[in-house]
């Protein structure tokens, strides 16, 4: 099972970028996608979830500003980050858990996102 995210960079405050992880080994269509964020110094942070029927949950922290989506026949998930701020700044994981069990279980690899003030 591989999870390879990426689409991290350097953006301005109130920037955007969208955020790619690409699953392979494991049945996509049966799997929750979630996005995570670790700051330094901060525990990580859950910041949305997809599941495969199109149902997203966010961290208040991103609601309004963040979308998590994914394409089934891809395999992808994605996250797309609008108004970004300096507090956003982290290394992003995207995860897989299957959707009957509670633990994301499959890690992909982390992507920094840097957001300059």
């Known amino acids: 099972v591989q999870l390879q995210a990426s689409g991290g960079g350097l953006v301005q405050a109130g920037g955007s970028l969208r955020l790619s992880c690409a699953a392979s080994g494991i049945i996509f269509s049966a799997y929750t996608m979630g996005w995570y964020r670790q700051a330094p110094g901060k525990q990580r942070e859950l910041v949305a979830t997809s599941t495969s029927g199109g149902t997203t949950t966010y961290a208040d922290s991103v609601k309004g500003r963040f979308t998590a989506s994914r394409d089934n026949a891809k395999n992808t998930a994605y996250l797309q980050m609008n108004s970004l701020k300096p507090e956003d700044t982290a290394v992003y994981y995207c995860?897989?858990?299957?959707?009957?069990?509670?633990?994301?279980?499959?890690w992909g690899q982390g992507t920094q996102v840097t957001v300059s003030s």
């Open positions: 995860a897989a858990r299957r959707q009957d069990l509670r633990v994301y279980n499959y």
